[in-house]
């Protein structure tokens, strides 16, 4: 077989997708057969947009994207990268003024049938597979709204479950004698280059095809039933080409498909397959594509294992590998690691090296990445992995001209992008906002909004610097399927601002949980929705009035009080939510001394942590709300908590603890609530629970124990007083509850018990025991005294007279 299907037929150019090695094929051979127009697989609505491939603005990798209009989260993509042949031969048939036309199955018919399959979408073919196509077997994976995996193939996947695919390049590669379907490839295809150019461009494609229909006389479809109806519509758009364009055709497809598209066949058969297909309306558009997108880790089906190396082969006019160790180098060096040019020397001749000794023609990527192990990375994978994930896969994202077709949510968000200065990227990176700002307030509205659109372009983290209100820091990395999240957020207005205050009171109304309302609430502060507040505070309204649950109640107010923090620092009205939350914590404080009663250890550990979020939001509303003294009747329910017998034992402990800290409980009422507690009628697992609510779970709980010895006494006298035959029963808490401490915390608490309860009183106020070694008998006032001056510079004192005798550091600091 040719690579024309006769001596005047069509020119078939069966490819390997995403493969330089195609592309620069496909290239020559478009050069030297110079057709009258051009094929290529890919849904036949995309024509209208493939002048678009020729804008200045356009730079791969780009996708197709195809969308059902009723259903936008249906969709497909078809992506293409610089180095695809089938980009490749888009760009050369609009440079010289060639018409180009898709002829694949309609994208009508693909996503129609995936609607409608009884049942699951079956595997895809082979990760290496040569009969990966853009229409079939490249099309990405889309996630819809109820949760639903949506591959974006063709017809094929949607017509069943199917049988294991077969891999022609696995079995060519088997064949020629290689373990590795990849190593063959970049052998036979990617280096060919090396050792010229052939005579006739289309050879190469003469000899693929031949191969292609050897195997599909031994394999069939290759557990592929799908590909008779897609080469089907091929064949009908290649014959009505040739009615238009007479022979001189070139079409590009996968090479899989050759050989069906030069098999005879009739037009009724071939309408016959296609014949009662279902059908929906689709939009299309270009979308950018990102290489990682284009790995095959990331569940792509025609994916390729390294489309950063891929890229480089296909643009690197000469020595590759060099110019390739110059970017490893770069990379390295941009990390502060050392990479001289010696080390670059080095590398080549190793990875040459190795390519003679496995006699192979050129270093493929295997020799490459060994080289840089050894040379640059000092034989350690920690820095070689960022070599993987920067250049090896990459994070290009490409671009699409400002004429493509959007959404109009599309083409508002793109508008807020360029207007805030808030540029997607596919690499991950870290923003932090000071909400102070007019910018940056904006720019975090507009990724709350999206967040509440379920557009997940970012996520907020910890940030390095401030804790304070005002201050955001996010973590934002652009995802192609973002836009498919945008298309399908587009049903609920046509900017960001309405399509997010629309779903907000859609959701407001939809709620059924109190805490659902209450976190909508919040979402709406952030994302400066003050049309949906209404509607929100009118559910939270209703919800919190029917709700008698006291668990519920406190799992609600802890956003409602950080909602109005948010209102402040965000210049909100929260007067109405200000309401709410006074009434949930008016509410709380009656009903939650009695729900501490009968509870099991589950129980008690689920309404300590209740109790810890309404503690800290209480602080939050103290004079937020219009009740006052609200903080005062949260301390005296803590109070009888602390002191009720038939509340849990975590529960009395964290009261206690939080009394303590606040300053309402003095530490003699502490330790004497401690000893009741541990007193040796307490049942161990109950003195043990207590124990680990009072000091575990809240932040400086090991601290307390290493200033206050007496509590640490305490604990210590209760623990050696344990039956041994009920230790085992108490450890298991006592470990959870000491192993959250740091381990400074616990070996300073190791040397206090170690010492015993016969310190001098003078460590109780920071001396140590004279046995101690570094430590003194108590404290050097002359010593301490000499850091007055400095003392007074940090704190910003006037220099005072000398410090009189008998005053000490500690005096002047507490005096300060």
């Known amino acids: 077989m040719t690579a024309r299907t006769a001596a005047t037929g069509p020119l078939l150019l069966g490819v390997r997708h995403h493969g330089p090695g195609s592309a620069r094929a496909v290239l020559a051979a478009l050069d030297a057969a110079r057709p009258g127009a051009v094929l290529i697989e890919g849904p036949p609505e995309g024509d209208a947009l493939l002048p678009l491939a020729a804008d200045p603005q356009t730079r791969p990798p780009v996708a197709l994207l195809a969308h059902a209009v009723d259903d936008p989260g249906l969709a497909a993509f078809w992506p293409m990268a610089e180095f695809s042949p089938e980009w490749v031969a ?57 949760g639903d995996s949506r591959d974006g193939d063709g017809a094929g996947d949607l017509l069943g479950p199917l049988p294991p695919a077969v891999d022609p390049i696995g079995v060519l590669a088997r064949t020629a004698g290689y373990d590795d379907p990849e190593r063959w490839w970049e052998d036979v295809v990617e280096h060919r280059a090396s050792d010229g150019a052939p005579a006739d461009p289309r050879a190469p494609f003469a000899v693929l095809a031949e191969a292609m229909t050897a195997l599909r006389e031994v394999y069939g479809d290759g557990g592929h039933p799908r ?13 009505a080409a040739r009615k238009e364009f007479g022979d001189d055709i070139a079409v590009v497809c996968g090479a899989w498909h050759v050989p069906a598209l030069a098999a005879r066949s009739t ?39 390294s489309p950063g190396w891929y890229g480089h082969l296909f643009g690197a006019a000469d ?72 250049l090896i896969v990459g994070e290009t994202l490409g671009e699409v001209p400002d004429s493509a077709p959007a959404v109009p949510l599309q083409r508002d968000l793109t508008r807020q992008q360029r ?85 907000a009171e859609s959701e407001a109304l939809s709620a059924t949980a109190l805490s659902e309302v209450t976190a909508l609430a919040e979402r709406c502060l952030l994302a400066g929705l003050p049309e949906a507040l209404p509607v929100v505070m009118r559910a939270l309204a209703d919800r919190a009035a029917l709700d008698a649950d006291v668990g519920h109640l406190a799992d609600a107010l802890p956003a409602l009080a950080r909602s109005l923090r948010y209102g402040d620092v965000r210049s909100t009205d929260t007067a109405a939510l200000g309401e709410v939350a006074a009434g949930l914590a008016e509410r709380i ?10 509870l099991d250890a589950d129980g008690a550990e689920a309404l300590r942590r209740q109790m810890d979020g309404v503690h800290t939001a209480i602080g939050l509303l103290a004079g ?115 192993s959250a401490y740091e381990p400074g915390v616990r070996r300073t608490l190791g040397e206090l018990v170690r010492r015993g309860p016969t310190a001098p009183e003078g460590h109780r106020h920071g001396g140590a025991d004279p046995a101690a070694p570094g430590f003194g008998p108590g404290l050097d006032g002359t010593r301490a005294d000499a850091v007055v001056p400095v003392l007074r510079l940090l704190l910003g004192l006037a220099a005072g007279p000398a410090v009189p005798d008998g005053t000490n550091a500690g005096e002047l600091e507490a005096s300060a």
């Open 624 to 738: 937020a709300v219009p009740a006052g003294g609200l903080r005062e009747r949260w301390s005296a329910v803590l109070r009888k908590l602390a002191g009720r017998d038939t509340v849990a034992g975590v529960i009395r402990g964290r009261a206690t603890r939080l009394l303590l800290d606040e300053g309402r409980l003095a530490e003699d009422e502490a330790a004497l609530l401690m000893g009741l507690a541990l007193s040796p009628g307490t049942p161990p697992p109950d003195a043990a629970a207590w124990i680990e609510g009072f000091v575990g779970g809240a932040a400086g709980g090991g601290m307390l124990l290493v200033h206050d010895e007496r509590l640490l006494g305490l604990v210590d006298a209760w623990l050696t007083g344990v039956p041994a035959d009920t230790f085992t029963d108490v450890l298991p808490l006592l470990r959870r509850t000491f």
């Open 589 to 598: 404080c009656v009903g939650l001394p009695p729900a501490c009663t009968g």
């Open 227 to 239: 590909d008779a109806v897609r080469e089907a519509c091929m064949r009908i758009q290649l014959r």
């Open 267 to 305: 037009v009724t058969a071939d309408r016959a397959l296609l014949k009662g297909l279902p059908k929906v309306k689709v939009e299309l558009t270009w979308v950018p594509w990102t290489h990682r997108r284009l790995a095959r880790h990331s569940g792509y089906g025609a994916g390729i294992d």
């Open 90 to 146: 888009i760009r050369w048939a609009l440079a010289h003024d060639v018409p180009v036309r898709f002829i694949d199955l309609p994208a009508a018919h693909s996503l129609a049938l995936k609607e409608t399959a009884a049942g699951p979408p079956g595997p895809g073919p082979g990760p290496a597979a040569d009969h990966s196509d853009h229409a079939g077997d490249t099309g990405d994976t889309v996630r819809g709204e109820d």
């Open 419 to 503: 207007t805030l200065r808030l540029k997607p990227e596919a690499v991950e990176r870290e923003v932090d906002l000071d909400l102070r700002k007019d910018t940056d307030a904006a720019r975090s509205r507009l990724l709350h909004r999206l967040r509440l659109l379920a557009v997940g372009w970012g996520e907020t983290t910890t940030g390095r610097g401030s804790t304070g209100t005002f201050r955001e820091s996010w973590r934002l990395r652009w995802e192609p399927e973002l836009h498919v999240r945008v298309a399908e957020a587009g049903v609920w207005g046509t900017t960001v601002l309405s399509a997010a205050t629309a779903k």
């Open 319 to 390: 020595r590759p590998v060099e110019r390739w160790m110059t970017k490893v180098a770069g990379l390295l060096r941009d990390e502060d690691r050392f990479v001289s040019t010696a080390h670059v020397i080095e590398a080549v001749r190793l990875a040459e090296t190795l390519a003679a000794m496995r006699g192979r023609p050129l270093p493929g990527l295997g020799e490459v990445t060994d080289a840089v192990r050894a040379v640059m990375c000092e034989g350690s994978d920690v820095p070689l992995a960022l070599v993987r994930d920067r």
